[in-house]
């Protein structure tokens, strides 16, 4: 027995009539007594009992009308549910970020495609640098939205470059500095200096380092906590200068605290990155839409990327 002797028997029962059930699947008459007659064989009991006038179902003819309709029922529903899987309609889809320099998209992006794509399950996973890229490639991960690591080819990762972050320094406001348009690296020569941790932000981290290299400054770094918000909690405390990307400075809106652009310019990226291989048709989808949205420049307010 198979699904398409279920499909003729369907047709057969419902119309009660081998010619109109013939009509509608669009085949030969005598197809359909075959397979009626196979059924009946295979299950040892008669299906439908037939005179010269009239046909009906005997009591087994009802129960595998039934089942045959659920089962074939299932089956069109698992093969569409298939088809929206290859589509990107539906699935399942792992998105891994970087917390403050997403923060001002995530939401709406997540929202945006989960409207488009309402079958599709989203989790988000919030994780360093690092660690996003090694989750996406070790395939944990469907996209990361992250800083690109130096190993993200050596990882078979792809990238699309979503912004350019300069870095900035943060001062407290009564700092006597504060009333400065910007500052220069070898200004903090003298300046204890509070970044973030480079378990936590590698790219970040090594950036600053480099800025502080070419400017021949030696940092006197006083602390690296693990959490961008401690930062800024140690600059308003007095404990130093700190020095972040500028996706940060939304974080401390409302503290009493300046932040001023670091000259020469230094940048740090925000990537979304994937899998060489590609992926889920759900993680394309997703894809798809990062690029539109960076295209027509709304991932941020300021329209830049």
Not at 31 to 60: K, Y
Not at 68 to 87: N, P
Not at 107 to 125: Q, Y
Not at 133 to 149: F, I, K
Request: glycine letters at 8%.
């Amino acid at each position: 027995m198979d699904l398409r002797q279920l499909r003729y028997y369907q047709a057969v029962a419902e119309e009660l009539s081998f010619s109109k059930a013939a009509m509608r699947l669009r085949i030969a008459q005598p197809a359909l007594s075959r397979v009626v007659q196979d059924l009946e064989d295979e299950l040892g009991a008669p299906l439908i009992e037939r005179t010269r006038r009239t046909m009906r179902l005997t009591e087994a003819g009802v129960v595998l009308l039934h089942e045959a309709g659920v089962l074939l029922l299932r089956f069109d529903e698992a093969l569409r549910r298939v088809r929206r899987t290859v589509e990107g309609e539906e699935g399942e889809l792992r998105v891994g970020y970087i917390g403050v320099p997403t923060a001002i998209f995530l939401g709406r992006l997540v929202a945006e495609f989960r409207r488009r794509f309402p079958r599709v399950t989203v989790h988000l996973e919030e994780r360093t640098p690092e660690r996003v890229c090694e989750m996406v490639a070790a395939g944990r991960l469907s996209v990361g939205l992250t800083r690109p690591v130096l190993a993200h080819e050596a990882l078979g990762l792809k990238l699309l470059l979503l912004r350019r972050e300069r870095l900035s320094a943060v001062l407290p406001e009564a700092h006597p500095w504060a009333g400065r348009k910007r500052l220069r690296w070898a200004d903090l020569a003298r300046e204890p200096l509070v970044v973030l941790s480079r378990r936590e932000g590698v790219g970040l981290h090594d950036e600053i380092m480099a800025a502080c290299r070419e400017a021949r400054v030696v940092p006197g770094v006083a602390h690296t906590p693990s959490v961008v918000n401690t930062v800024l909690s140690y600059v308003e405390a007095g404990a130093g200068i700190g020095v972040i990307a500028e996706s940060v400075a939304a974080l401390g809106r409302g503290a009493p605290l300046v932040f001023l652009p670091l000259y020469p310019l230094r940048h740090v990226d925000l990537s979304l990155v994937w899998p060489a291989a590609g992926g889920s048709a759900a993680a394309a989808a997703f894809r798809g839409l990062v690029a539109e949205w960076h295209g027509a420049g709304v991932l941020w307010p300021d329209g830049r990327g």
